[in-house]
């Protein structure tokens, strides 16, 4: 019965899906605009990645522009990237182009699927895998399984590297120094907290933040702001995007 059969495609490939990344080279945790360039890049270079996003939609705060008004600004410095991804887009002011905010995003998205990389939506990474000082994995839970606080364990994940691109509470950073002891690689050895809006200032810290921040976990994207107290640059993306890119050059350096 063709009901039967409906049912049993979804199952059949989804945990045929699942099975294939329970052992990524990376796991990415967010799928805003810096984590999605990152998983395009890397899956690019042939490496087996996987993003894990909270929201049924992920897309992070792109799809917004900002306060809903669905246009974003990049700066000439990412455009080659815009370029990349096939999005339109129109010469605003000196350096400065403007695109429409959801032909961006789901330009991001899918060219990073396309290149292989696998989305994992409606998937809350509550904690990391720690061995021996290292991070070296995720653990993932249904986001309405949190949301309701039901008390039901998670899953694991293991990969060799995790990214954190959480966003502005750069939450995989937190949680690795809260539980573990340990200090992550910024002046006070933990989250120092995003700073008030600079653009400029912002936008280049964004970049120069893109690190490893402790063995094991890198940042990218306003998680990697928020974790070294570099200011917030708003609805810029330029920084978003080259952050992407930039982690994904360092593993990819890293696996060579
Ligand atoms: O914040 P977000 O868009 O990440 P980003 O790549 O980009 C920031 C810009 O959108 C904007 C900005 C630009 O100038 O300032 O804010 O740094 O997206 C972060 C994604 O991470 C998901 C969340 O649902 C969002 O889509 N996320 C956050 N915590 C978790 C998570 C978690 N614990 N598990 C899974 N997903």
Not at 39 to 46: D, H, I, P, R, S
Not at 61 to 88: C, L
Not at 228 to 233: A, E, K, L, V
Request: some cysteine.
């Amino acid at each position: 019965m063709i009901e039967t059969k409906v049912s049993r495609g979804i199952i059949q490939s989804y945990f045929e899906k699942m099975e294939r990344n329970l052992n990524l080279d990376v796991a990415i945790v967010g799928g805003g605009p810096s984590g999605i360039v990152a998983a395009y890049y890397l899956a690019k270079a042939g490496l087996k990645v996987a993003i894990f996003d909270r929201k049924l939609s992920p897309g992070g705060g792109m799809w917004g522009g900002a306060m809903m008004f669905n246009q974003i600004v990049v700066q000439s410095e990412a455009m080659d990237i815009v370029r990349e991804f096939g999005i339109r887009h129109e010469p605003y002011d000196e350096g400065l182009y403007v695109m429409d905010s959801v032909e961006s995003t789901s330009s991001l998205l899918y060219h990073a699927v396309h290149a292989g990389a696998t989305v994992f939506n409606c998937y809350s990474v509550e904690d990391v895998i720690f061995k021996q000082n290292e991070v070296c994995g995720v653990v993932v839970n249904w986001t309405p399984v949190l949301r309701e606080g039901l008390h039901v364990d998670p899953l694991n994940i293991l990969a060799r590297f995790v990214i954190d691109g959480t966003g502005h509470d750069s939450e995989m950073c937190r949680t690795v120094a809260r539980k573990n002891g340990i200090s992550l690689l910024t002046d006070t050895g933990d989250v120092v907290g995003e700073r008030s809006l600079d653009v400029s200032v912002g936008e280049a810290e964004v970049v120069n933040g893109t690190r490893e921040i402790y063995p094991g976990l890198y940042v990218c994207g306003m998680a990697a702001s928020a974790v070294s107290g570099t200011p917030r640059m708003g609805p810029i993306f330029g920084g978003m995007l080259l952050s992407g890119r930039k982690v994904a050059e360092q593993i990819i350096e890293r696996l060579k």
